[in-house]
Structure formats: C-alpha cells, structure tokens
C-alpha cells in the first residue's frame, strides 16, 4: 500500500492566502479558484460557514461568492446536495496524473490531502480576519482511500451516464485533455487501524486541526519543513518518498523517532512508499487518531 500526500487549496499562486483555522480548532480547507469551474465559491456550506462568505472576506474581495472554484477533491457530503450513491473523489489530469500512474497508484492506496493553513477569526457577521501572530503551517485536513479509479479521458459524458453524481464534478466538465482521471473513495476505509478508525468512511475531512496531522515542525516561519517519522528518511532504507529521495531534504529532528525534511516545491502527490508495514500504519493511526 501506498499513501499519497497531496497538497491541495489555496496556496500562494492560487487563491494567495492559507486556509483559515478558526479559534475552536475547526480547519476549512479553501478550494482554488478557477475559470472553468462548476460550482461558485457561494454554493458551498461547512456549517456555520458558508465558502463565499469566507473567501470574500480573508481575500478582501480579491474572490468573490460568485467566482467559480474546482471544487476537487470533493470530500464533505453536507457541503452540497448531492444526488443518491455519491462517493468521496478526486480528479487528476496531466503531468499530476502521470506522476500518479508512474508510481503505481492503485485502488488501496490512500490520498491525505494537506494544504496551507492559518490560524483566523470568525466574528460571527460574516467578517473572517487573520489572527495577530498565526503560523503558516502544512496540515493534513481530509483522506480518501482508492476504490475505483475512473477513466474520464477527454469527454466527460460516458461517466456522468454511469455515474450520475458526478454530472457536476470539475473532471467532467469545461475541456480535457486525453489523461484525465478520477480517483472515487471506497466506501467504507480498509486499514488495519485500532478504534474508530474502523468504522470511518472511504473518504472524508478532519473537522479540527491535530498535532498527529501537522507536518510542519512547530514554532518555525518555513512551512515547508516537515516533521516525520525518522523510518521515511532514505538513510534508514524502509521508504521512499516521490520528489523528496535527495538524502541532502532530509536531517536529524529531536530523536525522538522524527526527522525533518524540507519538502519539494514542486509536484501536486508525493507518493510514500514504505517496506515496513508496521511503521506505515502506526504513522497512519496517529494521524486518523480523533
């Protein structure tokens, strides 16, 4: 099994601000914006917050409630009224995909989306403020595990027949090209993970920020320096993370069993791939740890 670390939402050419942590720890991923996308940043809810409302206000108006955003991966099922047999999923195309297909990205593996977040204030009018003294930090905020990887290609519609809960998906409208998937979350999460962990389902969103879900060493500016168990380095020979295999990204952390790497830059998936199943899954359940 492979796990993928895929770094999705506002960044800092797409969108230009981190996506909001609010003070009760709740983490609100923002999709990017897009001019080819279906859905408007307004059409979206994370009770009590509505996309628009937030966007509108932590851009200063740079995005409105009605820019259109690629809402991908699609992970929430109350985010949007849905249609019967939805599933958790996301679309990838290109370059992206062929890193994916290159590292032999199959149905079992499991997605952890991570993005740029930023501590911020809620006032509860609809205004959304940035705290004084936040941390840009990298954070884990949703998973979906492979159940079936869909060829979409050039022409979307063949998949909305077969699967009509995709009719809105950003991967079946607007123009592709040829090499234009979507990957769609088994239903229910298969890992051999203790507790709740085994009742979750295929795909999903961490409603609050963990320190299990934080790659980014604490109490630095560099969110680009993770911390990680120190079996992922190259030197220890169990793992090899795609982008990052240059032993120079990786150094001591606390010896406390971490590492620290100064994670590429560039690439949409870092695929992890690790020898040792037990050190895979004891990572995997601190993580899926509510």
Not at 87 to 105: F, Y
Not at 186 to 194: G, Q, W
Request: charged share 20%; hydrophobic share 35%.
């Amino acid at each position: 099994m492979k796990v993928i670390l895929s770094r999705k939402g506002f960044d800092s050419k797409n969108g230009g601000v981190p996506s909001p942590i609010f003070p009760d720890g709740t983490l609100f991923s923002l999709p990017i914006p897009s001019s080819r996308g279906s859905r408007c940043f307004g059409d979206v809810d994370y009770r009590p917050h509505n996309l628009g409302r937030v966007v509108e206000s932590l851009t200063n108006g740079k995005h409105q409630s009605v820019s259109s955003t690629h809402f991908d991966p699609d992970l929430s099922e109350k985010a949007l009224p849905r249609q019967p047999g939805w599933r958790p999923s996301l679309g990838q195309a290109g370059i992206a995909l062929t890193h994916l297909h290159n590292q032999n990205v199959e149905v079992g593996d499991v997605f952890l989306f991570y993005g740029w977040f930023r501590e911020a204030d809620w006032r509860g009018n609809g205004e959304y403020k940035y705290a004084n003294g936040g941390i840009n930090r990298h954070i884990i905020f949703g998973w979906l595990q492979v159940g079936e990887i869909l060829v979409v290609g050039s022409d979307g519609g063949a998949a909305v027949v077969s699967k009509p809960w995709l009719e809105k998906h950003p991967h079946v409208v607007g123009e592709w090209g040829k090499r234009n998937e979507i990957y769609i979350a088994k239903e229910i999460l298969d890992l051999p993970l203790a507790g709740s962990a085994r009742t979750l389902a295929g795909g999903g969103t961490f409603d609050k920020v963990a320190l299990s879900r934080i790659l980014t060493q604490p109490s630095q500016s560099n969110r680009s320096l993770w911390v990680l168990p120190s079996g992922f380095s190259p030197e220890h020979g169990q793992a090899r993370l795609s982008y990052n295999e240059n032993p120079a990204r990786w150094s001591k952390g606390d010896h406390h069993g971490k590492v620290l790497l100064d994670s590429a830059k560039i690439g949409q998936e870092f695929v992890l791939t690790v020898s040792e199943d037990k050190l895979m899954m004891d990572w995997l359940s601190g993580i899926f740890t509510f």
